[in-house]
């Protein structure tokens, strides 16, 4: 090898061993060392965690032995149904004190409750009225294509009578369905309205239980 080439090469191979280098000390500190307890309280530690520690609790080290993360053991069913109910309980608990907080802010009195209250559901009502007219004429207009439906077979069974035409069987199919809509949308409506109603009582009752307001 010629200097010019050992020149050229000597560069390349410094950088090599420099990548080299940061890529080891990377590694290396991308290593956890763990330290657990077991059941008879003795410390232990490890790059890994034996099998039979897999339900303990361990702390992440780095490698001066400093505390960086805590992980998890792996835990049983029972014991994942009793922590999801007390993550449900708390999440409960945090919606509830939401709750207080805003009936609170919000209200003056139970009277600006029940107030608010009645054009609720006046409004819903209101509602409520134009949805049952409109069934009401969905359904007259229902009946009055059947008269005509009755006039072709195989309604009419009369020798001779004509089948039913393409667009009256097509009426009937779609009277059908704009009633069977209607109607779920009345009971869906009506659902709205009672829901609502309980939510309202639900927060007098508590405003009063938080103001110390004796039901009236």
């Known amino acids: 090898m010629n200097s010019r080439s050992g020149k050229v090469l000597l560069p390349a191979l410094l950088l090599a061993l420099l990548a080299g280098g940061v890529a080891a000390q990377q590694s290396d500190k991308q290593k956890k060392v763990y330290r657990w307890v077991d059941k008879d309280g003795q410390v232990h530690y490890g790059d890994s965690v034996p099998a039979e520690y897999a339900e303990q609790d361990r702390d992440v080290l780095n ?45 003056q009195s139970v009277k600006e409750i029940e107030i608010l209250r009645v054009t609720r559901l006046e409004l819903i009502d209101a509602q409520l009225t134009i949805q049952v007219q409109s069934l009401s004429n969905l359904r007259a207009q229902r009946a009055q294509v059947e008269r005509i439906a009755s006039h072709y077979a195989p309604v009419n069974t009369e020798p001779g009578a004509l089948p039913l035409p393409d667009e009256v069987a097509a009426d009937l199919e779609r009277s ?15 659902e ?25």
């Open 63 to 107: 490698r001066q032995g400093i505390k960086v993360g805590r992980e998890e053991g792996t835990i049983t069913p029972e014991e994942a149904a009793v922590k999801a109910a007390e993550e449900k309980a708390a999440r409960e608990e945090q919606k509830r004190k939401l709750r207080d907080r805003v009936l609170l802010q919000t209200y």
């Open 176 to 190: 059908s369905n704009d009633i069977a809509t209607q109607q779920s949308n009345l009971v869906r409506r009506r």
């Open 192 to 216: 709205e309205r009672e829901s609502i109603r309980l939510a309202f009582e639900a927060d007098i009752q508590r405003y009063q239980e938080l103001r110390a307001v004796k039901p009236r």
